[in-house]
């Protein structure tokens, strides 16, 4: 088992998540979004999880996926960056993937292919990284809808706001995106992120797309995901390698940045940066052990960090360590860390064994 470094996966709690999204959806199906490995999870064990319940998938790569058709997934993909490379057409078409077109080059790429494709039309409502301006989408319509081979299944956009209830560019966006849904009745629309399935006032359209929310994190700013009926689905977790107790005026950690005030019962936790638990994580992040809230002291090293066990007195060497999970949100530690759960959770790196849980398959 080595040092007990860890990510255990809760697969019920995933499934969990994403049947929150379908209610939240409403008419809509949920587009599960499984990119950067699952959000940290694993791409082929998550979307394997969901095959029952999701009916497409989307993803931000070719090479992820690749990932899910080698693994037996069967569902459409939507690949949410489209394709970069005009012999990614191709491949698309044996692999039976759904592009999202943004720009006037990779309509090039469809004409020059020759291939059989089905694709999404990206339009850009506000966001302004990807995708058509509103006024442009009639004329790509019509090339899209004049290429052999070519199926346009819908369009596409993306909230930049949606996570804050009081700003009103979701309302913006919405207002565009509408009208053109009303002009295409024919066609699939999706807008909705996480955040989306959270503003009741948003339409749903065809297609919404969970992202963060199906791994347990909030995906609004002043809510918690326990709060939106969110279960946390990574537990990152380590043990106490050792017990010591500091003296006032001892230093822990590089930089002495933290010294004891006062007799002051420390623990070393065997996980670090290299692991990617946020090496900005200041003193005071909150950290479980041995069934009570601690904190950390000092600088988080690269393979370990130390905590206060003032608030854990029978801790002892080998007692198991949550730093996220049910009892510590990733969302909390983010928030300390001065970052978001996103990358809290894609950050875990490969040395990190993930181990999954999955009561539904066991049982």
Not at 83 to 89: E, G, I, K, N, S
Not at 124 to 135: I, K, Q, V, Y
Not at 241 to 263: K, Q
Request: overall charge negative.
């Amino acid at each position: 088992m080595g040092r007990h470094t860890r990510a255990r996966i809760d697969l019920a709690a995933l499934r969990h998540n994403y049947a929150l999204a379908g209610r939240l959806a409403g008419d809509a199906q949920a587009m599960a979004v499984v990119k950067a490995d699952g959000y940290g999870h694993g791409l082929e064990r998550v979307a394997s999880a969901l095959e029952g319940m999701a009916k497409r998938y989307a993803v931000a790569t070719l090479e992820e996926a690749e990932r899910l058709r080698e693994a037996g997934i069967q569902q459409p993909v939507v690949l949410l960056q489209g394709f970069h490379d005009d012999a990614d057409v191709a491949t698309c078409h044996a692999l039976g993937l759904e592009p999202v077109i943004h720009s006037d080059h990779q309509i090039d790429a469809l004409a020059d292919s020759g291939s059989t494709v089905t694709v999404w039309l990206k339009v850009n409502t506000g966001m302004n990284r990807l995708g058509f301006a509103p006024g442009d989408v009639d004329d790509r319509v019509r090339r899209l809808r004049g290429l052999d081979g070519v199926t346009l299944r819908g369009m596409v956009t993306h909230y930049a706001c949606a996570d804050d209830r009081n700003d009103g560019m979701t309302a913006h966006q919405n207002a565009l995106f509408t009208d053109l849904a009303a002009r295409y009745p024919e066609l699939a629309f999706s807008a909705a992120n996480s955040a989306g399935h959270f503003r009741p006032e948003a339409p749903r359209f065809h297609w919404t797309r969970p992202g963060i929310m199906l791994y347990g994190a909030t995906p609004m700013i002043e809510e918690s995901a326990a709060e939106l009926g969110l279960r946390a689905v990574m537990t990152l977790e380590s043990r106490l390698t050792a017990v010591r107790t500091l003296a006032p005026g001892e230093a822990v950690g590089y930089g002495a940045s933290w010294r004891a005030e006062r007799p002051t019962p420390m623990g070393i936790v065997a996980i670090g940066y290299g692991d990617g638990y946020p090496r900005h994580a200041p003193t005071g992040t909150p950290v479980w052990v041995a069934g009570a809230r601690v904190c950390t002291l000092g600088r988080v090293s690269m393979d370990m960090l130390a905590v206060d066990l003032s608030g854990a007195p029978q801790a002892r060497p080998g007692d198991r360590v949550e730093l996220w999970g049910a009892q510590v949100s990733v969302d909390e530690v983010a928030q300390r860390a001065g970052t978001i759960g996103y990358e809290l959770l894609t950050g875990v790196t490969a040395r990190v064994p993930r181990v999954y849980e999955d009561p539904v398959v066991s049982g």
